[in-house]
């Protein structure tokens, strides 16, 4: 069996990235709360995961060879949800009804209504151990998929993720890559004033871990480091992607208040037409 | 009456489970030595994770590993394998249904010597009232071998409580444990006495003390405290004029509210014999324990006598 195609073109990916935060933005609206700065900070590399990297199958979202996509800072929904969408793993009518009574698309991945979502996250911290123990019983079984994670810089406030950081270094999970969200926001302002995980390279070199540190929007440094990752052994791996809140949204880009901010009408037509927009030739 | 340790029991199981089924993973907290997952250890060092002092995490690992297609077990105290990994069990692994089986041992008083850090007096209140989570506690050694191996035949989360002691063999060997089910123990006709644990031979110790006094007590071990067969619960109360329960946890969440949820409006009076809204603390046995906590086999009987009074 093989994944759907995967594509090595930088500009198709971008392409692609566009599109993701386009449907983000759509999936916020107008007048309603949504988590549009940590969905669109991830969306390149969540965009080079899934359309470049990622051995998956939405035609069998069970396929036991897939690669694995757990989103640790699980109020990024949306960002998965668009990458899932846009494969095929359900009707993208979906996206027209996230958190409402019923919907598929819950307010954070859950694994039992929706096809594609590996498990439950949310609870923040609690991801990466899942996705150690993912990689764990992967490598029980001799398999070669790789287990992707992606946690927040705000997260990693949780004492848990240094928990799973110090088992994944222990258990020596070389089928582990971690993607560190590093937008420098949480909820209320800047990490490094309110709340500061700083110098996070030397606390995952510390734990044991391969550390690689990039630009988060960089398509071809994305890609670089993913590739990186597969040749170190023995070791977990951290890419931190350093990136903008809310990037592609221009009056949003690096606002905290975007974290679960509301867009007006305004604001959301002019986010839909510059990203609806062919882009300049690069 | 032969005394089994039930920690022992447990431990030999999953060894026998790990023998059974490749996917048996046993998880542990440091405290192997106690919880016996020590024998699973040494006869499957590739299936057994060493977790260290990191509950949470072992919980979420758990859930990562059961995603892969493996039965992990978690072991540690019932205090810590419930209570500090609360969130993970719940977020992590009751809302997503993932066939996680977390083993909290030495709970209740039974780690007496240690106290109040590692009593549990709560565990079943915050088990039970998890969606999804299927909550059991063995009345002995045989019923935990039973136990532990129908919850890894079994699809999906549960929460089984351990005691440290040795206890009683008081369940039937040719009996077969099914979860849900309630167990008759002893038959009588005047009170049913609905109990858990190792408060089911306490409870037969006062069947003993009552039929002295002419007072006739049937004894029902609830070991199964979610899912629970409630039409064959009320059934073992028909005819009775008197009910009541016995536990080794608080008064508020465990055994007793599900018995007297189960026997609202029934008229019938339940007396309860559990531990009153307060923390353990140490001593040099767990019977002393017992005894200041009111969950002896007196207490009990005296319940019974209680509950036939109008």
């Not at chain 2, 206890?167 to 009996?175: K, L, R, S």
């Not at chain 2, 009170?191 to 029902?220: N, P, T, Y």
């Amino acid at each position: 069996m093989t994944a759907m195609m995967q594509t090595r073109d930088i500009d198709e990916l971008r392409r692609i990235a566009r599109k993701i935060r386009l449907d983000i933005v759509q999936m916020v609206g107008v007048g309603q709360k949504g988590h549009l700065g940590g969905s669109c900070s991830s969306a390149d590399f969540v965009t080079a995961l899934y359309f470049s990297k990622m051995r998956h199958d939405p035609k069998n979202p069970a396929w036991e060879d897939r690669d694995r996509f757990l989103l640790s800072k699980g109020h990024s929904a949306l960002v998965q949800y668009a990458a899932l969408a846009e494969w095929g793993y359900f009707p993208r009518e979906e996206m027209k009804r996230v958190k409402v009574f019923g919907a598929m698309l819950q307010g954070h991945p859950d694994r039992l209504t929706t096809p594609g979502i590996e498990a439950n996250t949310g609870s923040l911290g609690q991801g990466l151990s899942i996705a150690c123990g993912m990689a764990a019983g992967l490598r029980i079984d001799g398999r070669d998929s790789k287990v992707y994670c992606v946690v927040g810089d705000g997260e990693i406030a949780e004492g848990q993720i240094w928990e799973a950081a110090m088992a994944a270094s222990h258990y020596k999970l070389e089928n582990l890559v971690a993607i560190l969200d590093r937008n420098g926001l949480m909820t209320n302002g800047p990490t490094d004033l309110r709340y500061s995980s700083s110098p996070i390279d030397k606390k995952w070199a510390a734990f044991g871990w391969h550390v690689q540190d990039i630009d988060g929007h960089d398509m071809g440094e994305i890609l670089g480091a993913l590739d990186k990752a597969d040749t170190i052994r023995g070791q977990p791996k951290m890419i931190i992607a350093r990136t903008v809140k809310a990037r592609g949204v221009p009056f949003a880009e690096g606002r905290a208040e975007f974290h679960n901010g509301i867009m007006t009408a305004e604001q959301y037509a002019q986010a839909c037409r510059l990203l609806a927009e062919e882009p300049a030739a690069s | 009456m032969t005394l089994q340790n039930p920690r022992e029991i447990y431990g030999r199981t999953l060894v026998e489970l790990g023998a059974e089924n490749p996917n048996i993973v046993v998880l542990e907290g440091d405290l192997g030595k106690s919880t016996m997952t020590c024998y699973f250890e040494q006869a499957f060092p590739n299936r057994f994770f060493e977790m260290g002092i990191a509950e949470a995490n072992m919980t979420s690992f758990a859930g990562g590993l059961s995603l892969t297609g493996k039965i992990p077990f978690t072991n540690s105290f019932a205090v810590f394998a419930a209570g500090r990994a609360y969130d993970q069990i719940r977020q992590g692994v009751c809302l997503a249904k993932l066939n996680v089986k977390i083993v909290g041992s030495s709970a209740g008083l039974s780690d007496f010597g240690d106290g109040s850090t590692h009593q549990t007096v709560e565990d079943l209140a915050l088990m039970r009232a998890i969606p999804n989570l299927t909550v059991l506690v063995p009345c002995d050694g045989t019923e935990t071998r039973k136990m532990t191996r129908a919850i890894a035949a079994f699809q999906g989360p549960v929460y089984m409580r351990l005691t440290r002691s040795d206890m009683p063999a008081i369940f039937p060997e040719n009996e077969e444990f099914v979860i849900g089910k309630p167990y008759l123990m002893r038959d009588g006709g005047d009170v049913v006495a609905f109990a858990c644990g190792q408060m089911v031979s306490k409870a037969l110790e006062a069947a003993d003390m009552a039929a002295a006094k002419g007072i006739s007590v049937r004894v029902v071990n609830v070991s199964s405290l979610k899912p629970v067969d409630e039409p064959a619960l009320r059934a073992f109360a028909r005819g009775m004029r008197g009910i009541v329960t016995a536990e080794e946890h608080s008064i508020m969440g465990g055994l007793s509210c599900l018995i007297n949820y189960v026997f609202r409006g029934s008229g019938l009076r339940t007396e309860c014999v559990a531990i009153m809204d307060r923390f353990g603390q140490s001593a040099g046995s767990q019977d002393e324990l017992l005894a200041e906590y009111g969950l002896t086999p007196r207490h009990i009987c005296a319940a019974a006598e209680k509950s036939l009074s109008k």
